[in-house]
């Protein structure tokens, strides 16, 4: 054939970028698709919404990071379907992208469990516009407060509700307790922010469940130190306007928790474009992939990241963080310069998840770190948290002016980012 | 009597802020009132919609700049009007407030001359959120016309028109030019970013015409350098969805250009709320102030900045500028020091400006800048107009960080800021 194959790579998060990146300098053309123009370095996401973080210093633009490499196209267009037969995907701007292979890497959303309304009254933390409206509404809050005269509405402005105790709903809990209590603690003349209620409600016995123990009591005691209410074995029953509807679990009294500040983080599901593909599918919506990443019965066709459920060749079940769609990313690279190579004739060799251990930070100078076996808490896991956010942070424009606003804040507990914008 | 004089500041902006700052120490209760939670480095905006900084680069809380001082209060409010015979100010969210000196401070807000219609189809320049919307305007022109297969659509994609030829204007074309010619130049791979059409329209024989010859004219040509078109004589006769209307000075046929991205650097006028205060008001809407910058039978009220109109004392008009306003805002506060001293026995002396040159800047290297008689262009004015915004910008946190950004843009000729957020 006289064109070099194409590949199409849906998606521009850890997994789809470290598979344009993996495929650099082989035969092929490449065309990166994404909603947005801008990669987003998810794990820092909370820091945005708690104006620790201004956006461009954990966002870059997707021309810019592929600019360096020949044969690489980015459009801004959103994937609206894939006919697997036709080897066709649908865009949304501009008809239709014919492909040889197809990499699927859109990632997970945010989801209610069947009560898509709440969306409106509490946030999830996915994307820039999340952190955003949570940011403006943490800090309207305050701002209201101190202009508010009905001791009732003061209270309920003073209260943040935090939905889920996962590594997301812990860092932002922590990082809004540090927000209210540290940061703005000297700004107000008639609140005092310290006073501020931050809730952080989990549905299970316990936070961060994934974590052996005893880090998850560890993390608990760390974020009550900074005075976050932990409420395990806390269903929510009901999001409105404002207000959080609360159930022991087991049931009893329901429980209402005026809030001016709501955030979700309580669950994701795939990307909804896994329904419309008529591929195995589990509860999350994920895809069921083959050992080595594709599709049944489409070996030109890869799942990666979020968007893919997998248990790798040794048995282990992938979880969904970014070290795993990183590694998914090179697999699938790896595996398309092998079908070049070999013209499809070889198998694919089967994914191995390499678990280099799970991290979440609480607040400014607390975390828990479990790595091969080895368990830390506190400030010693907290510099290894930070450590290992640089490092993956090289490659951004702003790791200095990061590592130097990291070093101001704390050493002056400033938050600079905290300037609302929008109107709403 | 037993409390502290209380002095209401409306406004956070240079004027007002100047004001408080001077306040400082002297025994008097003071309350800012912004609608905004922050101070905003207006001269830098159009870098914000150019992609060159990003938005806490330029803004700063207004509760972090005041917190250090005591017996200042900061809300988050909107001055609705003003009762200047029981001395009260109506606010939007909490009720009135006395004051006993009131300092209007609202500046200026973009005037479309008759036209708020246009207001839909092209910012001005004035706020955070009018830049993040022309970066997004811009930002996206270029992303669309990198999948649009239609020439004529993607010609008008490729468009960007700026209608007014004073500082910002030139500073907003000169600013897009080098965005499209140099920034993104090699970003794309079906469209050439250097070939964009940069506008910039002017009513007047030449653009910049406060400035002494033979400025304008240098200016003229260094923005030609940078591919901006100029059309001087030239007048917006309508705008409307995508499209510009423009008519020679003096008559002739209409030219209608097709654009994506139409920015209004025309025009501004004074903040409304001075139509409701019944005192003398020029063309603009300007308050015409007393020589001591107070209103007329008001000595207690006082109008600083682009709110007001003024000849000082040495017959020069003063102009809307940000140092005016900072030497406005330091005069106010002195005058009301001394009335608390004298009991308001002692007339107030009259304001004196204190002109120390205007710059204007035309892309990455080079200006115009006119100070005491010198002129001078080219590269060496713009060394002294950088010199003289990182002076202005001392005091706000980023300043090192802002310092190393722009090297390293100066060096690298990246924008780490283009990262296209929002959904309009």
Chains 1, 2 share one sequence.
Not at 77 to 86: C, R
Not at 223 to 233: Q, Y
Not at 331 to 346: N, T
């Amino acid at each position: 054939m006289n064109h070099k194959p194409h590949v199409v790579v849906l998606g521009g998060g850890f997994g789809g970028l470290a598979c344009c990146k993996a495929l650099a300098g082989a035969e092929v053309e490449v065309t990166l698709i994404d909603k947005q123009n801008h990669h987003l370095f998810q794990p820092l996401l909370y820091q945005v919404a708690t104006a620790g973080l201004s956006m461009p210093e954990i966002a870059q633009p997707l021309r810019s990071i592929l600019r360096p490499h020949e044969g690489f196209t980015v459009l801004m267009d959103e994937a609206t379907g894939i006919d697997l037969a036709a080897r066709r995907v649908e865009l949304r701007g501009q008809g239709a992208l014919a492909y040889d292979f197809l990499v699927i890497a859109l990632g997970a959303v945010t989801s209610y469990f069947g009560h898509p309304e709440w969306a409106a009254h509490a946030p999830g933390l996915k994307s820039l516009e999340d952190a955003a409206r949570i940011r403006r509404e943490a800090l309207l809050a305050f701002e209201h407060a101190e202009t508010c005269t009905d001791p009732e509405e003061r209270r309920r402005l003073m209260t943040l509700v935090v939905i889920g105790g996962g590594p997301t709903g812990v860092e932002m809990a922590g990082a809004l307790a540090e927000l209210a209590k540290v940061v703005l603690k000297r700004d107000f003349r008639r609140i005092n922010p310290a006073q501020a209620r931050i809730l952080l409600v989990e549905a299970s016995a316990k936070i961060l469940d994934k974590f052996d123990d005893p880090l998850p009591e560890k993390a608990r005691r760390q974020l009550e130190a900074l005075g976050v209410e932990v409420k395990t074995s806390t269903r929510v029953q009901d999001i409105r306007a404002g207000e959080v509807h609360l159930q022991a679990v087991g049931g009893g009294a329901t429980e209402v928790i005026p809030a001016a500040c709501i955030v979700w983080g309580a669950g994701v599901m795939a990307h909804p474009i896994t329904r419309t593909l008529g591929v195995p599918l589990d509860r999350a919506g994920r895809i069921q992939v083959e050992p080595d990443c594709t599709l049944p019965g489409h070996p030109e066709v890869f799942a990666i990241g979020d968007i893919c459920a997998l248990k790798d060749a040794n048995g282990v079940q992938v979880p969904g963080v970014s070290p795993a769609a990183l590694q998914m990313g090179a697999h699938a690279a790896a595996c398309i310069r092998d079908d070049l190579m070999h013209a499809g004739a070889l198998p694919h060799p089967p994914f191995t998840y390499w678990d280099k251990g799970s991290m979440a930070t609480i607040g400014r100078s607390a975390a828990i770190t479990q790595v091969a076996g080895w368990k830390l808490s506190g400030f010693v896991a907290w510099v290894l948290w930070l450590f290992v956010h640089l490092v993956f942070l090289i490659g951004f424009r702003n790791r200095l002016a990061v590592l130097l606003q990291w070093a101001y804040a704390y050493l002056r507990y400033k938050r600079g980012a905290r300037i609302i914008t929008g109107t709403s």
